[in-house]
């Protein structure tokens, strides 16, 4: 049997309710999970949850992420500065689809504040069911990806040039 992909859930104060019912749909679905908060409405900086998420798939803990704020954007932002992380912000099940067969989008954000629950589950489900298509021209672009992440690891260890322009 296949195993269930791990995923590590992350939002801001903006993205609370959502990760909540993400993470119910989560529980129904058998998908090991862990919550890395936030844990209340009270204000916090989406950066910081971000990261920590963004790292953990980075390294392999997690096969997957799921960052949730109030647009999806600055958990975009974030998850993509973090090298092997590739976020895709969906608000239709279309683009979901295609961040993972085209993309290999290992992020997937949500902003709580632009779609329902309903559409926002909907989303999730078809993002992970969707593998990567393997197709040649996309192992070459994702591949391009890899390239730069591995300039960017490159240049955090040695403190060198921009890696692009
Ligand atoms: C918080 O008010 C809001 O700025 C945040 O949740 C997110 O939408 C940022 O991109």
Redesign the pocket.
Known sequence: MKEALRVAVGS?H??FRLKGEVIGFLRERGFPYQDFGTYSEEGCD?PDVAAVVARAVARGDFDRGILI???G???SIVANKVPGVRAALCHDTYSARMSREHNQANILTL?QRVIGTGLALEIVSVWLETPFSNEERHLRRVGKIRELDEALRAREESGGPPVVG
Do not use: F, L, P, S
């Open positions: 801001d903006g993205g989406y704020c109030g647009t954007i600055g958990m902003g």
